[in-house]
């Protein structure tokens, strides 16, 4: 993401293995690492004064997740995106990772590698904002 331009500053990354934590600290010192779980995103954002985001990258193996886990990250996720912005989510496989009826959101995938093994997919969603009567 620093090398696509995303500025530094902008970047919070968040981490529940310390030993990674760590060398992520060491690796990239001028990024925000967090170490926490991705199911407490708001509580680990709200000491830092963020309250809202412009988008969330996730790499985590939501297919292998349980339900409730999965549903919790994506929730929290939500819940500290601006309306309309993205929750951008890399994944192995071919169909979706998140529930999308279940848990109201569009998605769409914007990238495949077929001939990966197992497929890779980088998938976008979308919270639909409310819309005045």
């Given at each position: ?70 549903d919790r990250i994506v929730e929290e996720s939500f819940a500290v995106l601006a309306p309309g912005a993205p929750f ?17 959101v569009r998605g769409e995938v914007k990238s495949r590698v077929l001939n990966n093994l197992p497929p890779a997919s ?12």
């Amino acid at each position: 993401m620093l090398e696509a331009g995303v500025a530094p500053s902008r970047l919070f990354v968040v981490e529940r293995d310390e030993a990674l934590h760590n060398l992520l600290v060491k690796r990239f010192p001028q990024v925000r690492i967090l170490l926490g779980d991705a199911a407490e995103l708001t509580t680990l954002l709200r000491p830092l004064g963020i309250s809202r985001a412009s988008a969330i990258v996730s790499g985590l193996p939501l297919l292998a997740m349980r339900d409730s886990v999965r549903d919790r990250i994506v929730e929290e996720s939500f819940a500290v995106l601006a309306p309309g912005a993205p929750f951008i989510q890399f994944t192995y496989g071919l169909a979706s990772p998140i529930p999308r009826r279940k848990l109201g959101v569009r998605g769409e995938v914007k990238s495949r590698v077929l001939n990966n093994l197992p497929p890779a997919s980088v998938w976008l969603y979308h919270r639909p904002t409310a819309t005045a009567a």
